[in-house]
């Protein structure tokens, strides 16, 4: 049977000039609806040698004569023969419009989201300023002589200095020699702490003074002794060194108390100004034994060794105690080591031998010391901070007799070379920048006299005001370069 063509049967007549209408057709008899499309084969089912049928469905404008075409549907991923369904040329799956949509609305979140964590990094950089502080390069001469008087007694404008004490002990091993030696009596020493709790002021006591046990053992110490003041209730205290009266290793006790029998006449001094060991003595022997003999050489050059070693921990010491605010030169400080070291034998075959430093220093203001040292070179020093700073082959020594520290003046040279540093006041310099525009910058570094270079960055970049607390404002401290 031949299929009807329906879209000749809906065209309408055309109308021309000096044509008849044609005569009426007759009616025609109802068209029966298209037959119902065959239900389109599984997926399973196509393949490349049987012709696929595409069914045609009418849509509500049909009458007007539109063919609607609907290709058919398979399952995403599936092919027909080597041809995968549904892809672009370029053989990659297209992602659906609502599927594009909702990647570009992630990819702007994404850059808005590093838009803002770069601005906010950017916003929350501190601000800087990077300074150069200024420095003034000294040669000394031989000739210049400096003057420092007890702190309790120096006039207003001269160099004072305080007294700082300190004991160490150290030990060390060195090879026994083939040949005995007879034992030689010794005597016990160690470490005691003195507490005065009597003044506020310090108490000097004598080289010598006698420190007894409660058994009545006697020790004394081989050097003067100043105890400083008490603060409030707190004892001023200080460590040093005491040593047998007598030989015998009886003197070898273990942590006690220790009166001062010569403040017995006054009550309150006797009770308040006392001495604790924290460790035993040791050292002590009666003599008359045998044991591993030393070759002298070989013992006084330990000594020596040992002695310097002290002598430089000493100093390290009394630099940390007195504080980066304060100065100790290495060439004033008085050393005055115990009598001759015991020695004792170890398992292997060594020596042991031991050595005790008494050591005492003046100390100056870091600040004062700079100025003092300022005005004789000439430098424009004058109601400025500056510090010393030692250089290369920069030594100290006391000038005539050894001053009794704490009573009399203290004359020294300074040789080498040094430098005089410029101390900035650093938290001085934010405030005062704090809130001030970026052109006030020259205005408020000129007010500090001891800055030689000084460059600022405010952040963030868009602001022209240093930040109004003084804390958000940063200060870096950069190494200074010498200047004549």
């Known amino acids: 049977?031949?299929?009807?063509?329906?879209?000749?049967?809906?065209?309408?007549?055309?109308?021309?000039?000096?044509?008849q209408r044609p005569a009426p057709q007759k009616p025609v008899a109802p068209v029966s609806p298209p037959p119902a499309p065959r239900p389109m084969a599984a997926p399973d089912d196509y393949s490349d040698d049987v012709e696929q049928n595409i069914p045609i469905h009418r849509s509500q404008e049909e009458s007007r004569g539109i063919r609607t075409i609907i290709a058919p549907r398979s399952r995403p991923g599936r092919t027909t023969g080597n041809v995968r369904e549904n892809l672009p040329p370029s053989g990659l799956r297209e992602l659906p419009s609502k599927q594009r949509g909702k990647w570009w609305l992630w990819t702007l979140a994404?850059?808005?989201?590093?838009?803002?964590?770069?601005?906010?990094?950017v916003a929350l950089r501190p601000t800087t300023v990077t300074i150069s502080p200024r420095l003034h390069a000294i040669i000394f001469s031989s000739g210049s002589v400096y003057t420092a008087y007890p702190a309790q007694s120096a006039a207003t404008g001269t160099l004072a200095y305080t007294v700082a004490t300190i004991d160490l002990q150290d030990s060390a091993q060195i090879a026994a020699s083939s040949t005995p030696v007879n034992?030689?009596?010794?005597?016990?020493?160690?470490?005691?702490?003195?507490?005065?709790?009597?003044?506020?002021?310090?108490?000097?006591?004598?080289?010598?003074?006698?420190?007894?046990?409660?058994?009545?053992?006697?020790?004394?110490?081989?050097?003067?002794?100043?105890?400083?003041?008490?603060?409030g209730s707190t004892p001023g205290s200080v460590k040093v060194t005491i040593m047998a009266d007598q030989t015998g290793d009886q003197y070898n006790v273990g942590p006690t108390t220790f009166t001062v029998p010569g403040l017995s006449g006054n009550a309150a001094m006797y009770k308040t100004i006392y001495a604790k060991s924290a460790a035993a003595m040791s050292g002590g022997a009666t003599g008359g034994g045998v044991t591993a003999g030393v070759d002298p050489a070989t013992l006084s050059a330990a000594v020596d060794q040992l002695k310097t070693d002290l002598a430089n921990k000493a100093y390290a010491a009394l630099s940390t105690q007195a504080g980066s605010s304060s100065a100790v030169l290495a060439g004033l400080v008085q050393l005055t080591y115990a009598a001759s070291p015991t020695t004792t034998q170890m398992p292997g075959g060594t020596i042991r031998i031991d050595e005790t430093v008494h050591a005492v220093a003046p100390v100056f203001s870091a600040v004062a010391l700079g100025q003092s040292v300022g005005s004789a070179v000439s430098a424009d020093v004058q109601n400025e901070d500056v510090t010393l700073v030692p250089g290369s082959g920069f030594s100290s020594a006391l000038s005539g007799q050894q001053p009794v520290l704490g009573t009399d003046p203290v004359q020294f040279s300074l040789s080498g070379q040094g430098e005089l540093l410029w101390t900035v006041d650093a938290s001085a310099l934010q405030n005062a920048l704090?809130?001030?525009?970026?052109?006030?910058?020259?205005?408020?570094?000129?007010?500090?006299?001891?800055?030689?270079?000084a460059y600022a960055k405010v952040e963030p970049f868009w602001k022209n005001t240093f930040p109004s607390n003084p804390a958000d404002i940063r200060v870096i401290m950069t190494t200074p370069k010498a200047g004549q």
């Open 434 to 453: 704090a809130g001030k525009n970026q052109g006030a910058f020259q205005a408020v570094i000129a007010g500090f006299p001891g800055i030689e270079e």
């Open 1 to 19: 049977m031949t299929a009807k063509d329906y879209f000749q049967d809906i065209t309408p007549a055309q109308k021309s000039a000096g044509m």
């Open 110 to 121: 994404g850059v808005g989201v590093v838009v803002v964590v770069g601005l906010l990094l």
């Open 183 to 231: 034992t030689q009596p010794a005597k016990a020493s160690g470490s005691v702490t003195v507490y005065n709790g009597y003044s506020a002021s310090s108490v000097k006591l004598i080289k010598n003074t006698r420190f007894a046990t409660p058994d009545g053992l006697v020790f004394r110490t081989p050097f003067e002794i100043v105890i400083p003041g008490r603060k």
